[in-house]
């Protein structure tokens, strides 16, 4: 199986093994559109299930608790006051989490009470804290303030980096892919979303960004020289080096998702509601998203927007001549204006195309 999976990588990297991914960026950016729709219609039917940072509100926090029921906490609640609907977690095995609107200092009492003989637990064991609306709204700002500038900086450091604007425009469109996905995921489950999970999202809005720009260098390192040939364009070296790629990315997503996983796994059936499990659903899906985007979203969405270059352009158009040229038994260097000798481009790769040993550095002579 390993030496399957290793010779299949080998043979991506070649070109003896070829997806054509970038050819069929249509039907990726349909699905990709698609899911953004259906995950925008979720965040509206649905909306976020906003932690208490952000609404603000009261916060109960019963421990020594032999029960996970949440009715009992739900009909506490709404003795003290009917309108309210309480939003009851369990954390961990021995303690529930129940968070309200904001209470009046009475009417705080009278829950705690409550809760307690709801539970057969002391009043001690009935912690409160309270939220304002201002810090929640603060912490709110701050939160969409840092994505904002989060992004921002992503897209001046990949212009300067890969001297294209274009490239960082295909990385933040991707980067929103894997937002607003990510995002549809929460309201879907309904799981709440907290700081942690802000925490998450920057984190894999990061981890995105490093596996396209992994991509991208090996788009850049396979068009170097573009115009210097006139057998593959650039969609077609772009998609070798999406293949050349794609296992590692596999490997490195498999080896991240792993440990994340199984944080995920704790924070959401052994420990209940918590920081764990509000950061390991942002990473797990992020991480996942944010690989598929890496290989069949951001080249794709590169390439078509760098296919709109002059230059580009003109090199696709001279490359479709050479080829009917060739085809048609005519000289391809009439059509280009420049000696095409045959074999010259040999030592180009090709996609689909096996190199075998000449992809291999020359050993040098003794």
Known sequence: MARRFSQWGNDLYTGARSYDVVGKRRTFFLLALATILISV????????????????????TLTNVDTSDQTSAVDAVTSVSPSE???????????????????????????RQALADAYGVTADDVASSYVGPTWGQD?????????????????????LYFRAWRSAAATI???????????????????????????GLLTILAY??????????????????LNGQ???????????????????????????????????????????????RDISLALFVGMGIG????????????????????????HNEQVAAVREARATGADPSQVVGVSLTQGADEKNIVP?????????PKKRKR
């Open 41 to 60: 219609a979720i965040l509206g039917i649905r909306g976020l299930n906003l932690g208490i940072e952000f609404r603000g509100g009261s916060q109960f």
């Open 85 to 111: 609907v309480a939003r009851v977690a369990n954390v961990g095995t021995n303690a529930l989490r129940v968070q309200t609107s904001e209470l009046t200092d009475i009417e705080v009492q009278e829950v």
């Open 139 to 159: 912490v709110s700002t701050k939160a969409f303030t840092g994505i904002a500038v989060f992004l921002v900086l992503v897209m001046l450091v990949m212009s």
């Open 173 to 199: 469109l991707a980067l929103f892919h894997d937002l607003i996905i990510t995002l549809g995921v929460y309201a879907l489950v309904g799981w709440e979303v907290s700081p942690a999970t802000i925490i």
């Open 208 to 225: 995105s960004i490093y596996d396209t720009v992994v991509v991208f260098d090996k788009v850049r390192e396979n068009t170097d020289n």
């Open 230 to 276: 006139y057998l593959a364009t650039y969609a077609e070296r772009a998609n070798l080096a999406v293949n050349q790629t794609m296992v590692r990315s596999i490997n490195t997503s498999v080896v991240a998702l792993l440990p994340v996983a199984s944080i995920l796994f704790i924070g959401a059936f052994l420990l209940g509601a918590g920081t764990l």
């Open 291 to 314: 690989t598929y985007s890496s290989i069949f979203l951001a080249t794709p969405i590169q390439v078509a927007l760098r296919e709109r270059e002059p230059a580009i352009r003109e």
């Open 352 to 360: 689909g195309v096996r190199l075998a040993n000449r992809a291999q």
